[in-house]
């Protein structure tokens, strides 16, 4: 255990190390900040710069990098060396705060949705003193923001800080209106479990669709999937186990707090779950989390895959956003505690979630929304497109009883008894687990499950974080006046429950009784992407981030335009490479082997060699008609690829959505068929078999 906590964020610069290395006024200043958001002098940037940069240069640091998370959906970095010229033919090591504070990178080839000309390139890049610096081979990376030069934010991070910021000022508000004076700040935490696929390295270099897309756009299924159930939770292969004590200890060594792991459900897929920590510091750990994976799968001759659906007819991966509130005091407000019937203010905080995930469902729907999780949404491994909100039985039952107005009555199920002397009792959580859930309660907070494996968290965390804000603040100012401040809260909570109950479902989301049930009700059934963004520029959305100063509405509507182009040209790549792999690999590879098979027939016939050939013929006849139309289909693809057209992004998002990739879908169809008839030695690429089960 001493190795474990001497080897635990021995690669950042966190509260120890700052401790050790600043004087105590710098260091109280810098918590400060970090603590309260208060603004930082040049002095104390100064100091914080020149023991940080004597730190990575003692860890073997050459370079350091302002790392950001620009709108292309992975982090960026531009490294620069610590060396100034002293002297003739002499370097010192120097890094200024201003260094630290402010950086520069050409922002003309990041995503901009129409805010930045071309030719305008000039960004900056901002330190953010609450997600601490680290060490990465031999650089100082540190965690910073990303705007253009006129100010509009071009990054994940900023609208998550602000949306912190505006909610713990909400919900501050609403703690100090029922006695909790002592609260000063909130703070939003979160755990990401993370789910991949491995597969062996030599495999997804034969794959121009992994490689190019993520994701396998032919492939048969395997005979064997998922079907016994034998792969969840199994026993760990020795190569991943191999993989998964080097990534551990790679994420230890960065502060991540990685604590499970275990096999997930498809063959060749695996889960990682952290402990949760602040939103902030959570969504910068989940993007190292991300490259640390692909960076250690190396050096096992593996490849990590990230994709959410990277084969088709087994699970793909999910990303588990858990969700919760808590005070710089230490209490949860989402814990109901023994008596949630009597603890007003876990009701009006529950009160206030049900209110804006009703509200906003729409929104959390497009915060999940991507090319890739399209696949999963709706199928039996994720939630449905559909959002709502599960509660479990008991905490149903009160929300039930408030509305109805009447006595709830608790019943006690706290204990688990297995029925066997040598097995102990043990406590039940108070809630069970509905996978088949987007938005369920878990005990002390809400697990979001619908998010897509290669998801930057920043996006629903902020989205959520604002919507909740916006409700507390309603709430203050309906209560702020009240002569009786309990009766104001009961009252309140009975309304917002009572209007919003339709968002609340505790059975099971995949069912077709629930489509129809949910229509009833008023919910949003947004399939893809482009359905689902038609709503963010509507009036309420606009106005929520814009009234609490998370994103202008400028910055939205580049938000909206880069997603929808992101969508087309994603759809546009896997398209052109399915095409290439049709022309390039699929039809020259069947044509010879129907070729070798009707030279055979007609050699035993030569021969006159007695032998039926009549399952040579069949396969013959078959394969010829299918490598025909799959000719057909492919032809048919390239016409849809280059009649791409819209008057709008949206648009044209859509006649992917609607033309090209259904058009992907019927080509894959045959080639998948081919794939089944064709021998494997002819076949150009690793089967569904090779790849699933060859680790």
Not at 95 to 113: M, N
Not at 144 to 167: Q, V
Not at 628 to 636: G, M, N, P, R
């Amino acid at each position: 255990m001493s190795n474990l906590s001497e080897m635990f964020g021995s690669k950042v610069f966190n509260d120890r190390k700052m401790q050790e290395r600043l004087p105590k006024a710098t260091y109280k200043a810098l918590k400060n900040t970090i603590q309260n958001g208060e603004p930082i002098d040049a002095e104390t940037a100064n100091v914080v710069a020149n023991a940080m940069k004597d730190w990575a240069v003692e860890m073997g640091c050459t370079h350091y990098t302002h790392w950001f998370q620009p709108m292309t959906g992975v982090t960026a970095e531009k490294h620069d060396s610590f060396i100034t010229p002293h002297g003739e033919g002499e370097v010192i090591a120097e890094f200024s705060g201003s260094e630290l504070i402010k950086g520069e990178p050409d922002a003309s080839s990041f995503p901009s949705g129409g805010i930045r000309a071309t030719f305008e390139a000039r960004g900056y890049t901002t330190w953010d003193p609450t997600s601490p610096a680290f060490v990465r081979d031999t650089t100082l990376y540190i965690p910073t923001a990303f705007c253009s030069y006129t100010g509009e934010i071009l990054d994940k991070k900023t609208p998550l800080l602000r949306s912190m910021e505006r909610l713990s000022e909400a919900a501050v508000k609403i703690l100090h209106l029922l006695g909790k004076t002592d609260v000063t700040r909130v703070f939003t935490t979160v755990g990401p479990e993370q789910e991949y696929f491995l597969i062996d390295k030599e495999m997804y270099d034969r794959r121009e669709d992994l490689k190019l897309t993520g994701r396998t756009l032919f492939g048969a299924k395997a005979p064997k999937g998922q079907e016994l159930d034998d792969h969840y939770f199994g026993s760990i292969k020795t190569r991943v186990a191999a993989y998964m004590r080097d990534l551990d200890e790679e994420l230890w060594k960065l502060g991540v707090y990685s604590k499970t792991k275990h096999n997930e459900v498809a063959p060749s897929q695996h889960e990682l779950a952290p402990i949760f920590c602040t939103s902030n510091i959570a969504a910068d750990h989940n993007e190292l989390t991300m490259e640390i994976m692909k960076k250690t799968a190396e050096k096992h001759n593996l490849v990590c895959l990230l994709h959410e659906k990277p084969f088709a007819g087994v699970n793909g991966s999910g990303k588990h956003n858990n969700w919760s509130m808590s005070t710089n005091t230490g209490e949860n407000l989402l814990n109901p505690g023994k008596k949630p019937e009597d603890n007003l203010q876990f009701l009006l905080f529950l009160a206030a979630v049900v209110k804006a995930v009703h509200e906003y469902q729409d929104l959390l729907r497009i915060t999940v929304a991507s090319a890739g999780n399209d696949h999963r949404l709706g199928a039996n491994e994720a939630p449905p497109a559909i959002i709502s909100m599960y509660l479990g039985d008991d905490l149903g039952a009160l929300v039930d009883s408030i509305i109805e107005g009447r006595e709830y009555v608790s019943h006690d199920k706290t204990k688990m008894d297995m029925g066997a002397a040598v097995l102990a009792d043990f406590k039940k959580d108070n809630s069970d687990r509905n996978r088949t859930s987007p938005f369920a309660f878990t005990g002390n907070k809400f697990e979001f499950r619908a998010l897509g494996s290669s998801l930057n968290i920043a996006c629903p965390n902020y989205m959520l974080n604002t919507m909740a804000a916006e409700e507390l603040s309603g709430f203050y100012e309906e209560l702020k006046d009240a002569d009786n401040i309990e009766e104001a809260v009961k009252g309140l909570v009975k309304r917002v429950l009572t209007e919003h109950k339709d968002i609340i479902f505790n059975g099971d989301n995949y069912s077709d009784e629930w489509v129809k049930e949910a229509e009833r009700r008023g919910l949003y059934n947004l399939k893809s992407l482009p359905e689902a963004f038609a709503h963010f520029l509507d009036k309420k959305n606009v106005e929520l981030f814009t009234k609490n100063k998370i994103c202008t509405e400028a910055e939205m509507t580049a938000r909206y335009e880069i997603e929808l182009e992101t969508y087309s040209k994603q759809l546009k790549i896997e398209a052109l490479t399915m095409l290439q792999m049709a022309k390039k690999d699929i039809i020259p590879s069947v044509s010879t082997y129907i070729k070798t098979l009707t030279d055979a027939v007609l050699a035993k016939k030569a021969l006159s060699v007695n032998i039926p050939s009549d399952a040579e013929q069949e396969i013959i006849v078959s394969l010829s008609e299918k490598l025909s139309k799959f000719a057909k289909e492919a032809s048919t693809l390239q016409s849809a690829v280059d009649s791409a057209a819209g008057e709008s992004s949206l648009e044209l998002a859509l006649y992917y959505r609607n033309t090209v990739f259904e058009e992907m879908q019927e080509l894959r169809r045959v080639g998948d068929s081919m794939e089944e008839e064709t021998a494997k030695t002819y076949w150009p690429y690793p089967s569904y078999s090779d790849m699933l089960f060859g680790v």
